[in-house]
Structure formats: C-alpha cells, structure tokens
C-alpha cells in the first residue's frame, strides 16, 4: 500500500527559529512535492524535486529551502521561521513517468505554528 | 498560466439527494485533471482522474466526474450523498509533460442528515 509519511503532525515554534520538516515515501517515486495550505487559497506548491539532489522552485519558495539527499526523503526547511508561515504542509510523490505518474500521493500534513 | 477555479467555497446538501461540485480550468496543452477529498485533519486522498478517452470517469465512493472540453469543466458528482461525504474537495490539474499540479481552492461539501 502506497504510504507517505511526515514527521510530525502539530508543531510550535518561535520566531526566527530554524525549522525543519521530512517527508517519507516508501513508493520508489521520483517526484517529491511540498505544498502548504491555507483556508481560501487552496494548496500552493513550495517546491518540487523530480530527483535526489535535484529541485525546482514553486509558486511560493520564498523563505523556504528545501533538500533531497536520498530517494525516499525530501526536507522542507525555513530558515527563520515567521509568523505568516503558519499554515499546513502537505508533502506528497508521484512517478516520473509510466501511467501512474499523473496521481500524487499525499502525506497527513504538518500543522506548523509560529509564535 | 494555467489555473483552476472552484467557484463554491460551500456546497450544502441534503443526504440521499444529488451532490455536484464544480471545478472549471484553463491550461494551455491537454489537461489531466483530478479530485483529490480532504477530511478533517488528514492529507488529500485521491478520488478520480481524467487523462484520455471516456468524458465521464468514474472513481472512489460512487463519485464521477465528467469532463467537457467545450465549457473546461470537470465537476464531480455523486447521485445520492451521504452524511460521511461530508469533507474538503480539491480540483487539480496538470498539463502534459510537465510535472507541476494545480489545485483550485476547494469546495467544503455538507451532507447533511
């Protein structure tokens, strides 16, 4: 079955805090996706990696850094965390190519606040 | 650019009756499009795609979906609600060949008793 896992459902941090947070699939894929998700706006996508040490920007990367070191994990990471990051984060992968490669696969999302 | 709207930011339904939930987009190229459903505190969980062929696809739940290339739509439908459809539901596309989704801004749908 098809799993992607994140390491921490609810999070608090402070202000200018580093923040780190992974995401884990155990699909093989080779895209790996970060979006965030606020009420009204839908999901926007952070950053995208379609390979280990390989990454694109987003929509929405500002603030953000993001690292793939294996295959199977993909950081996302704010550098000084502010309160206007509060928000969702949703990671999810997906197949480079093949038939499967349109469906993404989502995690159970990291309810991040920043005090 | 390519975007996605759905124009209801709620849909109130009553159960056993018909549900429509509508998603419009603008691609340029050929779109694949998606419904992905969210519950509460969950991440989005995949319902049906669209890539080629049949207009009408059919997915998870008892939900379809058609797709109208005329009118760039693809709303989801299900003929008879039920109370735990009640949920958060995202319309997305992607353009062949390129690997970025795009999602609209969801749709809380309410079934209610």
């Known amino acids: 079955d098809v799993k992607v896992t994140q390491s921490s459902r609810y999070l608090v941090k402070r202000t200018g805090e580093k923040v780190f947070l992974e995401c884990v699939q155990d699909?093989?894929?080779?895209?790996m996706f970060w979006y965030r998700q606020d009420p009204g706006l839908g999901l926007r996508l952070i950053y995208f990696s379609y390979d280990v040490k390989m990454k694109e920007k987003g929509d929405i990367p500002e603030g953000y850094s993001v690292s793939r070191e294996k295959k199977e994990r993909f950081s996302l990471i704010l550098e000084s965390a502010s309160t206007n990051q509060t928000s969702m984060y949703l990671c999810a992968s997906s197949l480079l190519g093949g038939v499967g490669q349109e469906t993404q696969y989502f995690g159970p999302g990291t309810r991040l606040l920043v005090l | 650019a390519q975007s996605v709207a759905q124009p209801e930011d709620q849909v109130n339904v009553a159960e056993g009756n018909p549900l429509t939930v509508k998603c419009t987009y603008s691609?340029?190229?050929?779109?694949?499009l998606f419904w992905y459903v969210q519950y509460p505190n969950r991440g989005l969980q995949f319902l049906l795609k669209?890539?080629?062929?049949?207009?009408l696809v059919k997915g998870s739940y008892g939900f379809e979906a058609e797709f109208n290339k005329s009118q760039t739509s693809f709303h989801l439908k299900k003929p008879s609600a039920l109370v735990s459809d009640s949920a958060l539901y995202f319309c997305?596309?992607?353009?062949?060949?390129?690997?970025?989704?795009?999602f609209g801004s969801g749709t809380k749908l309410n079934v209610k008793p």
């Open positions: 997305a596309v992607r353009v062949y060949n390129f690997n970025k989704f795009y």
């Open positions: 699909m093989d894929h080779e895209n």
């Open positions: 669209y890539i080629t062929g049949d207009n």
């Open positions: 691609v340029s190229g050929n779109p694949y």
